[in-house]
């Protein structure tokens, strides 16, 4: 039974999402910042936001919808250019945060605690706002399942895949909001912002001047 579940392509399929959402990106540095500037339940909330944009995409694709929605490239641009400013909105708050003052660590760590809806929606964004993510969720679903197969069967490759990334996510958030991990925080607070603050205005600068297809 598990043998015909856990067909070679299926296994390939995971594993190609697991290390799309393990490596370092947009959603796990935004997930990083939030344990290590906030509390546990906010790097949580922000992960569980970036999964239910995931699990939207991936619905998608298992519906068929995401094809259609491919050949509305108008559709596409719009969210490919909406994406590039929230994270070039991000690298702006990033720098902004760089500059302050150490003692305002504290005082962000009470607006990100006391903005629990407004997090789990930006970890949201920053899925529903990447034209890529439409594309990685065709490929799995399109490598993983052939032409004919079951609706149940291609579920299930969502439903695994969205379970990777829950793990992913939530360790990013659990790992990163330890006191180790704030305390090293504390210490290199002003180039980690920093460094968010590039890599954010970077992949801005990349998806907002790339080509639908690569973004």
């Known amino acids: 039974m598990l043998d015909s ?16 959402v393990a490596s370092p990106g947009p959603s796990n540095l935004a997930i ?17 936001g970036v999964i239910s944009g995931s699990v939207f995409w991936g619905l998608l694709a298992a519906l068929g919808l995401s094809v259609v929605l491919a050949s509305f490239s108008g559709l596409l641009v719009a969210i490919k250019i909406s994406g590039g400013l929230y994270l070039l909105w991000l690298a702006i708050k990033s720098a902004r945060s760089a500059l302050t003052s150490q003692c305002a660590i504290q005082a962000s760590q009470k607006i990100v605690e006391s903005s629990h809806l407004k997090i789990f929606c930006s970890g949201a964004a920053i899925h529903l706002t990447n034209p890529k993510a439409v594309f ?20 299930l490759v969502v439903l695994g895949c969205c379970m990777i990334g829950i793990v992913v996510f939530c360790s990013y958030a659990l790992l990163f909001s330890t006191v180790l991990a704030r305390q090293v925080y504390a210490k290199l607070r002003r180039y980690f912002e920093s460094t968010l603050a590039i890599f954010f205005g970077f992949a801005s600068y990349k998806m907002l001047t790339s080509k639908i297809i690569d973004a």
């Not at 990083?32 to 569980?48: E, P």
């Open 32 to 48: 990083m910042g939030v344990a290590m500037s906030g509390s546990r339940k906010s790097a949580l909330l922000m992960a569980l």
């Open 136 to 155: 990685v969720w065709m490929s799995i679903v399109s490598f993983a399942m052939p032409v004919n197969a079951p609706l149940s069967s291609v579920l």
């Open 5 to 20: 579940i856990l067909t070679a392509n299926v296994v390939v399929a995971f594993s190609i999402y697991f290390l799309g």
